[in-house]
């Protein structure tokens, strides 16, 4: 298991980075994507979070999240280092359809995703696997082990619920760990790596 970086890590650039790359932690409305950036950043992560109110009951689905009580509205933001001079920043978008128009924005100069997927609730996550794949934007896939989430479900079911392509990396995680989260980019970076060697040289 990899290492997750200390608290004490400093704010400013190590002097060995020299490979910058930009991934998105994408997925739906209260998977657990602030957590994870939380979990895993060395800087002081950006939210742009709200307060959910009654303005918004008709547009936001709360079903299996009535527990959640703010929501992003614009973006997250974190940065983790990772050995050989390769540093991630981490962009976490809103989950919601009435966000989708700030997604080609955020989306912009991204290497891939990380998409993370409720197996409560595995349905919620077909837009955003959706916008992956119109985008073309390379993607790993990690489902967020929430305490009651279904322990039955086999890989195969679950690729096969999400129509994942063979290739497509498939991990556990859970966003409250660094390391399990710092498991799950590293999952990605070794697909981005896998699918253009000649690019991380």
């Given at each position: 298991m990899a290492s997750a970086p200390s608290s004490t890590s400093a704010v400013h650039l190590p002097d060995t980075a020299h490979d910058l790359v930009k991934i998105l932690v994408?997925?739906?409305f209260g998977v657990g994507k602030?957590?994870?950036?939380d979990s895993v950043s060395?800087?002081?992560?950006?939210?742009t979070e709200e307060q959910l109110t009654e303005a918004s009951a008709q547009v936001d689905d709360l079903d299996g999240v009535r527990e959640k009580v703010t929501t992003t509205v614009a973006v997250d933001f974190g940065r983790i280092s990772l050995p050989d001079g390769v540093v991630l920043y981490l962009f976490g978008t809103p989950g919601q359809e009435r966000f989708r128009a700030l997604w080609d924005d955020i989306a912009y100069g991204a290497l891939g995703a990380l998409v993370l997927v409720d197996s409560r609730r595995i349905d919620a996550s077909f837009d955003v696997l959706g916008l992956m794949e119109e985008s073309g934007l390379p993607y790993a896939v990690a489902f967020n082990a929430f305490p009651d989430s279904p322990?039955?479900?086999t890989d195969a079911q679950l690729r096969a619920a999400l129509d994942l392509d063979p290739t497509t990396p498939m991990v556990t995680c859970d966003a409250r760990d660094a390391d399990s989260s710092?498991?799950?980019l590293l999952a990605l970076v070794h697909h981005l790596i896998d699918r253009d060697p000649s690019e991380h040289r």
């Open positions: 994408a997925g739906p602030t957590t994870l950036i060395e800087i002081r992560p950006l939210h322990r039955h479900h710092l498991d799950a």
